[in-house]
């Protein structure tokens, strides 16, 4: 389930013919797999800030942008794609309103897990990347502009499969400049702000920032939900095992199916709370009166 910005509209892919439908908007491109050349799934789905288009992250590596018109013909194919990763592609944020820039977490075999591409830049200097998150980055999420550290560039906090989470300054990420902060490992990297090694006990399968706060929450395959504050990288509250960790296989258009341990889906921000869903088919929400406010007015 993706939320809409601006106006409350949510768009739900359900399968049909099972006990749910799933809805599809036009045609991924070529997946970059052998034959039988079965279609990536789709892992993440995000609106820019006006609602006018879409980025999609697939298990093939490939980011995508998409141009939302309903009911026209022209949206069956995406208008920029470009192949990030040579694994998979987890997540996929907006990282300004321009709506060319956008960030990635997923995996390369060179360990170079987070990318940031602008899809309107000339294909030779289009991305940059981030070395992080040993194993692959599972989920990200981006801060307003005006907010956070001290940096008046937008920051994206990123989680990995081994539970780890970082904070990264776009601005020194973007233009290669030399400066590190240092992380709570003892290493450095590039526009790293700070990294948390074992922020979870398992994979960190869902990142969202809250609006106007320097507040995030992280949700995880250990079934845990945290609130974070990104201004000193401190835990600020703890819900845990929110969701059962579930086992089971996943279908693929060969016929067979991997196995997929689950708990914490996906977090969705609202203005009193938030809402998880979580691979024991539960939807939750968690009411939270005046704590985002009361943690960022310190």
Not at 43 to 49: L, P
Not at 217 to 237: P, R
Request: aromatic residues 10%.
């Amino acid at each position: 389930v993706f939320n809409y910005p601006l106006i409350t509209f949510v768009l739900w892919l359900l399968q049909f013919g099972k006990d749910s439908a799933r809805a599809t908007y036009g045609v991924l491109p070529a997946a970059n797999i052998p034959p039988p050349y079965a279609l990536a799934s789709i892992s993440a789905v995000q609106f820019d800030y006006y609602g006018q288009r879409f980025a999609t992250a697939a298990l093939d590596g490939t980011i995508c942008t998409w141009q939302v018109e309903v009911g026209g013909r022209s949206n069956v194919h995406p208008t920029e794609s470009s192949l990030c990763f040579n694994s998979h592609a987890s997540d996929v944020a907006y990282v300004d309103a321009s709506g060319s820039v956008l960030t990635a977490a997923g995996c390369n075999s060179n360990g170079a897990n987070v990318v940031i591409l602008d899809m309107l830049a000339p294909p030779a200097t289009c991305q940059t990347s981030i070395v992080c998150h040993e194993g692959g980055a599972r989920s990200l999420s981006v801060f307003d502009n005006n907010i956070g550290c001290g940096s008046i560039s937008p920051l994206i906090v990123t989680g990995g499969k081994s539970g780890d989470v970082a904070l990264h300054d776009f601005r020194f990420v973007s233009t290669g400049k030399s400066k590190h902060h240092k992380t709570s490992a003892g290493g450095s990297s590039r526009g790293m702000i700070w990294h948390i090694p074992k922020a979870h006990l398992g994979s960190v399968t869902s990142l969202s920032t809250i609006p106007d706060t320097t507040l995030f929450l992280t949700g995880s395959k250990d079934g845990d939900v945290k609130l974070w504050d990104a201004k000193n990288s401190q835990l600020v509250f703890h819900w845990p095992k929110l969701h059962e960790r579930h086992t089971f296989f996943q279908p693929t258009s060969r016929g067979f199916g991997g196995v997929v341990r689950a708990a914490v889906t996906d977090i969705h921000v609202l203005t009193n709370g938030f809402v998880s869903c979580g691979g024991d088919g539960s939807v939750k929400l968690v009411q939270i009166k005046n704590e985002f406010a009361t943690v960022h007015q310190d």
